[in-house]
């Protein structure tokens, strides 16, 4: 099958299936089987490609960025697959905020609880190469891949088996992007794919503020926990409460300084 075939292939396939971006995702498929990129697809057309291991994997509503193997997040290229999240875009949000805060502070000691795949770890060190940037997480698999991202990338941070007591140990930030999903039910077919114990939980934000010993704490929130998250922090004694919206304009990034 010719590349110009399998794009309408996969398009009329992942629609039929329900995904929202059919086309976007058929070119990606496409330009990861043909070692090119997205934009460079148009030149490959008449090329010869096999693409259906890959395609039945999307039409299954797998995520995309397991189905590559790879997902883009800011400056850098993580490995992906079904031991952590897909790193999202909302969560660039929560580095900017990282980033900004700790703008003027030498050598920051920076926790990210809840690694995952390294994202948001990975994407600070990246960033601010003079930063002290620790991961914690409760699941080897996860913690698997953020070392294997950090050693594919040349960042070292320290990454280790660890939950909210971590925060407990002194530093400058702590940023967690923690489980805050109550239910599956309803939600994208996709999820189903990632890990639950990433997803599903509840009162960690309010565990991580009363462990915390730190001058600044970044959270990521669900849709309509901005304000319930603020509070738990000024309730906390924090100051310059402040909440951000992400790129779709929906509150995102609660944070707090002391």
């Known amino acids: 099958m010719t590349a110009r075939d399998a794009l309408a292939e996969a398009e009329r396939r992942l629609a039929a299936a329900g995904v929202d971006t059919p086309r976007?995702?058929?070119?990606?498929?496409?330009?990861?089987?043909?070692?090119?990129?997205?934009?460079?697809?148009?030149?490959?057309?008449?090329?010869?490609?096999e693409i259906e291991p890959l395609l039945v994997r999307r039409e299954a509503r797998e995520p995309l960025a397991y189905v590559l193997g790879e997902w883009g997040f800011r400056r850098l290229t993580l490995r992906t697959d079904a031991r952590a999240?897909?790193?999202?875009p909302e969560t660039e949000t929560v580095v900017e905020r990282v980033l900004a805060l700790v703008d003027g502070t030498e050598s920051p000691r920076v926790l990210d609880v809840g690694v995952g795949s390294g994202a948001i770890a990975l994407a600070v060190k990246d960033e601010r190469p003079d930063?002290?940037?620790?991961?914690?997480?409760?699941?080897?698999?996860a913690l698997a891949l953020a070392r294997e991202n950090a050693a594919r990338?040349?960042?070292?941070?320290?990454?280790?088996?660890?939950?909210?007591?971590?925060?407990?140990?002194?530093?400058?930030?702590?940023?967690?992007?923690?489980?805050?999903v109550d239910s599956l039910e309803g939600l994208q077919p996709e999820l189903r794919f990632e890990p639950a114990v990433a997803l599903v939980g509840s009162g960690f934000h309010e565990a991580i503020v009363r462990a915390a010993d730190t001058?600044?704490?970044?959270?990521?929130v669900a849709d309509g926990q901005a304000g319930k998250v603020a509070a738990?922090?000024?309730?906390?004694?924090y100051d310059d409460v402040a909440v951000t919206r992400d790129l779709t304009g929906r509150e995102r990034v609660v944070e707090g300084r002391r």
């Open 24 to 49: 976007v995702d058929a070119e990606l498929i496409v330009a990861h089987a043909l070692g090119t990129t997205r934009s460079g697809v148009a030149a490959e057309l008449d090329r010869d490609v």
């Open 85 to 88: 999240l897909v790193p999202r």
């Open 131 to 141: 930063a002290r940037v620790t991961g914690v997480d409760v699941s080897p698999g």
């Open 153 to 180: 990338l040349g960042l070292e941070v320290e990454l280790r088996e660890g939950g909210v007591d971590a925060a407990a140990e002194g530093w400058d930030l702590v940023v967690s992007n923690p489980p805050y």
């Open 215 to 220: 001058r600044v704490v970044v959270f990521e």
């Open 232 to 237: 738990i922090l000024r309730a906390a004694g």
